[in-house]
T-cell receptor, first 114, second 115 residues
Framework: EAGVTQSPTHLIKTRGQQATLRCSPISGHTSVYWYQQALGLGLQFLLWYDEGEERNRGNFPPRFSGRQFPNYSSELNVNALELEDSALYLC?????????????FGSGTRLTVV | AQSVTQLGSHVSVSEGALVLLRCNYSSSVPPYLFWYVQYPNQGLQLLLKYTTGATLVKGINGFEAEFKKSETSFHLTKPSAHMSDAAEYFCAVSDEGNYGQNFVFGPGTRLSVLP
């Protein structure tokens, strides 16, 4: 089966611009998670979507937002980009209700803000 | 609230030596525990997981981990390190009581393998 796919692979934006990152989960997976991995800061939980609804968000400002589409793909939007938003953004998916299966991660989008 | 600690942000071993990466967790209910590996510029790949049953879990690439409830630990081991094992390793915890909210990841341990 196809894995979790993220696009684009790399994204370079200027401070103040908006960035849109996309994620397609594994077929049959209804939950999508977004994580930020900044240099030296580990994995920081951003957002969780399940069945089209935002279920939980991490400790990030409102300019980080997203949505999940009817086909369970997801989009992460970052407005008013700041230099510290430069990071690897990882998307993960899992079957709804099956916590024990763990997440399957995509390869990430490397966002660079200049 | 759940939490995960990984002792040692960086571990170096010689090729062929034992690999031991430590993970301790806190959880108010029986946890699900996971180890993930991340190679440079890639996403995370599941190495192994503990849900229920046998406390010694075998994963891919010769890794295994043992769930010790009394020590709240889930250390990752491999008898003989290979150069290709050099990567970042993350321990994670989740549980049914925290259904789907999110996994909690440890800070990661970078493993270097010396020739």
């Amino acid at each position: 089966e196809a894995g979790v796919t993220q696009s684009p692979t790399h994204l370079i934006k200027t401070r103040g611009q908006q960035a849109t990152l996309r994620c397609s989960p594994i077929s049959g997976h209804t939950s999508v998670y977004w994580y930020q991995q900044a240099l030296g800061l580990g994995l920081q939980f951003l957002l969780w979507y399940d069945e089209g609804e935002e279920r939980n968000r991490g400790n990030f400002p409102p300019r980080f937002s997203g949505r999940q589409f009817p086909n369970y793909s997801s989009e992460l939007n970052v407005n008013a980009l700041e230099l510290e938003d430069s990071a690897l953004y990882l998307c993960a998916s899992r079957r709804g209700g099956e916590v024990s299966y763990g997440y399957t991660f995509g390869s990430g989008t490397r966002l660079t803000v200049v | 609230a759940q939490s995960v600690t990984q002792l040692g942000s960086h571990v170096s071993v010689s090729e062929g030596a034992l690999v031991l990466l430590r993970c301790n967790y806190s959880s108010s209910v029986p946890p699900y525990l996971f180890w993930y590996v991340q190679y440079p510029n890639q996403g995370l790949q599941l190495l192994l997981k503990y849900t229920t049953g046998a406390t010694l879990v075998k994963g891919i690439n010769g890794f295994e981990a043992e769930f010790k409830k009394s020590e709240t630990s889930f250390h990752l081991t491999k008898p003989s390190a290979h150069m290709s094992d050099a990567a970042e390793y993350f321990c994670a915890v989740s549980d049914e009581g925290n259904y789907g909210q999110n996994f909690v990841f440890g800070p990661g341990t970078r493993l270097s393998v010396l020739p």
